[in-house]
Every structure is written in structure tokens, then in C-alpha cells.
């Protein structure tokens, strides 16, 4: 018998992976609520119930602590889980007496439940020093330190306003979706590539230019020799060129470090989306625990805590009581570094969607 080409090579239906009463109320869900911390209920139409239980993780995870895991979905959960876009792990159930005792072997594990509602999820990050090639700063390491210090917003132990969503990006390149989260931890770099010798025998000159998204790079001759020079001005620290070209090395341990941004979000509830906003400019690399870094973290939660409203996001918070007040209440020092000068910044755009009168 003839075998039948298969030409669909995809990712395989989602569907087939869903626990069958997610299968059975897809799209009929009624409505949801929070238990307890780090708990929720699903209530379908037809008297379902499904319960969440989400774990943190520290999204680098090694095949031991991803088989513990599974065990305990196999023993909860009929072998369902679940990752959720900011890492933390999510267990569905259906015996609601099973919450208890699962909770009970996770914080065995050392992974906490909470996250939920109006708390501090899981913090979404970038690789950094473990494996990305243009990190100024650490992810890992610096993510460690802030939720150590911070767990108590995220297992309910303390209450705070809504949601408060915090990311950080090892670079300004951002695969940590920090232009849009509540508080950002970025990676900056505040010296241009350095030009080695012998880049025309490492690279190809045109390629290294045409990488450049700013222009920064152009042709240049050093006693005869084809190489390229760079306009300060102009480069952006984004690395595009030494990802092409090894000749042009960007890590620098005196001159990089962090930033923190503040006030971004994706939800459309009470205001259209934001991007975040500079808060503090630079702090100096500090590890393995980072404590300026946790210590300006802590000060503008707990400055948000203090006095936002009911369910009113960072930003939301910040445009009510105005920037000035903002730094007043933070006592976070203004500088020229706060003022967005940048040629490509785009000011007057309108970013979102949502058009009023």
C-alpha cells in the first residue's frame, strides 16, 4: 500500500495536549475566581470546576526538576501542566482536595505558590550572563535577588493594589518584554563597540555596516587597511554588529550595568496600553545579589503599594499623581538621562489602537 505524504511538518495541534475538561468546556467557561493565594477556579457551564495552582519557577530548569514536575501532575493532575508566558508553572485539577497537598509537596521543592490577581507574578527574563552574547547585566542572578526579597507580594503574604508585572532584559534589545511591563530591569551599555585590528580579515565590512540600525558604522582605512569606525553619537548599544562581527566586542565590565523602567502594560482595562518609562538610569553591577538593584525595586513598589488605588496598574498610578510627584515620593534624583532626546523616540505617534476624541 502506497504511504500517504505527509506535508504538514507544523507544531502539532494545541488541542491534542489540552486535560479533557478543558477539551469539554472550551469556549463555554462561566466565570472565574481566587480561592486563596495562588489558587483560582474556572467555572464552566455545565458546573465544571477546574483549579489552577501556580508555582513559581526560575525558568532555567534542569531534566531532574522538570521530571519532579511531571510526577507531581501525574499524581495530581492526570499529567497536566502548564508554563505560563512569565515561567510560572501552572497545575489543573479537578479534586479541589488535591490543592492542599499538592501546595504542600511544592514549597517541599522550594517553589512557592502565589501570583494570582493582585500580586506579583513570576518575573519574565532574558538569558544574561549564562548564555547571551550581548548581556550587560545578569537575568538569573538579578531576578533571584529582587523576587528573594519581594516573595512576600507574590504568596499573598502582603496585599497590594492589582496586578504588578516586573521583567528584565539583559540588553536594550529587549527579548524580556520589558517595554511593557509594570516595573523593567534592563541591561545597558553605555560604551560603543570596540574596533579590533584585523576586522577585514574577521568580517565582512558591508555586511557589518549594513547591520547597523542607526547608521553608526562606516567605512573607515587605518594605515591602509579596510576597517570601520563608529560615530558615538549615533550607536545605540544594540549589539547588531557584534552579532556579525566578533571583531566588534560591547561587553565592558566598568561601563555596563542596569536600568530600571517604570509604568508599561499591556491591558486595555481603564487605559489604553504604555511603555515604560526611565525611572532610574544606571546602577553598577553588583553581584551575586545586586542590592542597590533590589533596594530601588522595593522603594517603587512600596511607593505604588502606598498609594495607588484599587486595581490601578504602575503607570496608571504614576500619570494620576504626575512624574514630578513620582520622583518626589521615590526620591529618585531627575536627570538629563530622563530627558527621551533620542532622534528615532517617535514622540509623536500614537501608539495604540484605541482612538477618542
Known amino acids: 500500500m502506497e504511504t500517504q505524504r505527509r506535508t504538514d511538518i507544523g507544531p502539532p495541534d494545541f488541542r491534542k495536549f489540552l486535560p479533557p475538561i478543558i477539551k469539554s468546556n ?25 483549579f ?10 534542569g531534566t531532574k526538576r522538570i521530571r519532579k514536575f511531571s510526577e507531581l501532575a501525574d499524581k495530581y493532575c492526570g499529567g497536566y501542566l502548564r508554563f505560563t508566558s512569565r515561567h510560572n508553572v501552572e497545575f489543573l485539577l479537578t479534586d ?62 502582603k496585599q497590594i493594589p492589582g496586578k504588578l ?6 540588553c536594550l534589545n529587549m527579548c524580556g518584554a520589558v517595554h511593557c511591563s509594570d516595573i523593567a530591569i534592563l541591561g545597558v551599555h553605555r560604551r560603543p563597540p570596540r574596533v579590533q585590528k584585523g576586522l577585514n580579515k574577521t568580517c565582512e565590512i558591508p555586511n ?10 562606516r567605512p573607515a582605512s587605518v594605515d591602509g587597511v579596510p576597517t570601520v569606525e563608529i560615530d558615538e553619537g549615533s550607536c545605540m548599544y544594540c549589539a ?37 518609562k526611565l ?7 553588583d553581584p551575586p545579589r545586586w542590592p542597590e538593584v533590589v533596594r530601588n525595586v522595593r522603594n517603587i513598589v512600596e511607593v505604588w503599594a502606598d498609594g495607588a488605588r484599587p486595581h490601578e496598574r504602575m503607570g496608571e498610578f504614576i500619570e494620576r499623581i504626575g512624574w514630578p510627584k513620582f520622583f518626589e515620593l521615590t526620591g529618585i ?25
Not at 534624583?333 to 476624541?357: M, N, P, V, W
Open 96 to 157: 479541589e482536595s488535591k490543592t492542599d497537598p499538592l501546595i504542600e509537596d511544592l514549597a517541599a521543592l522550594g517553589h512557592p505558590v502565589g501570583g494570582i490577581g493582585p500580586a506579583i507574578s513570576n518575573i519574565v527574563h532574558t538569558q544574561g550572563w549564562v548564555h547571551c552574547h550581548s548581556a550587560a547585566t545578569d537575568a538569573s542572578g538579578v531576578v533571584k535577588a529582587v523576587m528573594d526579597d519581594l516573595h512576600e507580594y507574590f504568596d499573598g503574604t
Open 26 to 50: 472550551y469556549g463555554k467557561w462561566k466565570y472565574h475566581e481566587i480561592v486563596k493565594p495562588g489558587v483560582m477556579v474556572h467555572v464552566g457551564e455545565s458546573g465544571d470546576r477546574l
Open 240 to 276: 547588531n554588529c557584534f552579532s556579525v562581527c566578533p571583531a566588534l566586542p560591547l561587553a565592558d565590565p566598568l561601563n555596563d550595568g542596569i536600568s530600571i523602567w517604570v509604568g508599561g502594560k499591556v491591558s486595555n482595562a481603564r487605559h489604553e496600553p504604555m511603555f515604560s
Open 52 to 61: 489552577t495552582v501556580r508555582a513559581a519557577s526560575p525558568r532555567l530548569l
Open 279 to 285: 525611572a532610574v538610569p544606571f546602577i553598577e553591577n
Open 165 to 170: 508585572r516586573i521583567a528584565l532584559a539583559c
Open 333 to 357: 534624583e531627575f536627570t538629563k538621562q530622563h530627558i527621551d532626546d533620542y532622534r528615532y523616540a517617535g514622540l509623536s505617534y500614537k501608539r495604540s489602537a484605541q482612538l477618542r476624541q
Open 208 to 217: 557589518v555596516i549594513a547591520a547597523c540600525p542607526t547608521g553608526a558604522i
